[in-house]
Every structure is written in C-alpha cells, then in structure tokens.
C-alpha cells in the first residue's frame, strides 16, 4: 500500500539533501524563480531536446506554469523541485516526478539544468538524489525516464543513476519546437528493487 503522504507535498515534507545539492520546491509567487524557469525553458539546446506541451513564451507564462505544477503537487500529481547549490544555493536547474499514478506505484521523472552548471555532473547527482526521496518517501515502485532519440547526454545520465534502457518508444516526443510532428525516444527505468549507483564525486 502505497503511504498517504505521496498524496501531498506539504511544507513539512523534508526537502531533499545530498550529493552537494538541495532540492527545493519551486516558488510560483517568486519573480526569481519564474525568471529562472523562463530562462530555462528559452535555452537553445533545451529547446532542442523539448517541446513542452504549453509554450513559455514570457514572465507570466512561467508564472502560471509554476502555479499549476504547485496545484499538481499539492493534489499529488507531481513534485517539482528546484535544483541548488547545497553550499550556496545558487539555482542549477530543475528535476520533477510527474504522471505519479499511486495505484501502480509508478511515475516519470525528468530534469533540465542551467547552461553555466552543465558539465558538473549535476543531472546525475540531482537524479540519484530525487529517486532514493521517490521510492522511500514517496513509496514509489518504478520511475521512468524517456528521452529523444540522439539525447546522449540524458542516456549517459540515465545509465549512471541505474535507469535500465528498455527500448524505443515510436513517436513519443514532438519534434524541437513542432506540435505537428512527432520522434522517437528512448525509454529507461528504474526500480525500487534495483542496486542503488555509487554516489558521485561531488565538485
């Protein structure tokens, strides 16, 4: 039985530590954090990779995209964190479990990190991080992860943090910046049965 608390994300959920990183909720009446997830949503090889379903385009609608991932997560939808410096708390980034479905004990998991904090190995650190926080505090069973087809910067991170390749998926992603047309990607999982990585180096 899948415990209570996956369906909320109060306050006084701990917010995830370890590997040099905080996870923080994201701040749907914070001008700085609305900023930095338009910022990160506009980055070129972001764009590349992903099409969101809702297009940001500017302030206010990555004002309102953060307030219906607040709504989600309070309703247990979802969880979307906030990816920071554990030291100083600069924003690197975000990582978020969405499609949570409790019956199954199963959900998605994806990330994007800041240009200047690429190359640190913060995705995967990130990625380790909110996983061990699924499966013990959410009591999740199994999180996927697709990516597009050529990602291999995300199949990398993916592989390191245990996610299994499990195949292709047709026509499972729109192509860079089209609604109109679709690619394929690459489907990874992981369970809560499976050997946890070794941890990274923090740097």
């Known amino acids: 039985m899948v415990r209570t608390r996956m369906h909320t994300l109060a306050p006084s959920v701990t917010e995830p530590r370890g590997h040099g990183l905080h996870l923080r909720a994201w701040d749907a009446g914070s001008d700085a954090d609305a900023q930095t997830w338009l910022r990160?949503?506009?980055?070129?090889?972001?764009r590349r990779w992903n099409t969101p379903v809702r297009p940001l385009t500017?302030?206010?609608?990555?004002?309102q995209a953060l307030r219906a991932r607040a709504r989600d997560a309070g309703e247990g939808r979802s969880a979307s964190f906030r990816i920071t410096d554990g030291a100083d708390g600069t924003t690197l980034g975000h990582i978020g479990i969405g499609e949570i479905v409790p019956s199954l004990r199963q959900a998605h998991v994806g990330y994007w990190v800041l240009p200047e904090a690429r190359g640190r190995g913060v995705a995967t650190r990130a990625l380790l991080l909110v996983s061990r926080w699924a499966f013990t505090e959410l009591g999740l069973h199994r999180l996927e992860l697709g990516h597009a087809l050529g990602h291999g910067a995300s199949c990398r991170v993916a592989e390191r943090c245990g996610y299994v390749?499990?195949?292709?998926?047709?026509?499972a992603m729109f192509e860079a910046d089209r609604r109109d047309a679709f690619r394929d990607a690459h489907l990874h999982a992981r369970l809560a049965t499976d050997a946890e990585p070794a941890a990274p180096d923090v740097r």
């Open 40 to 46: 990160g949503h506009l980055d070129p090889d972001f």
């Open 165 to 171: 390749y499990e195949g292709t998926i047709r026509g």
């Open 58 to 63: 500017d302030l206010e609608s990555a004002r």
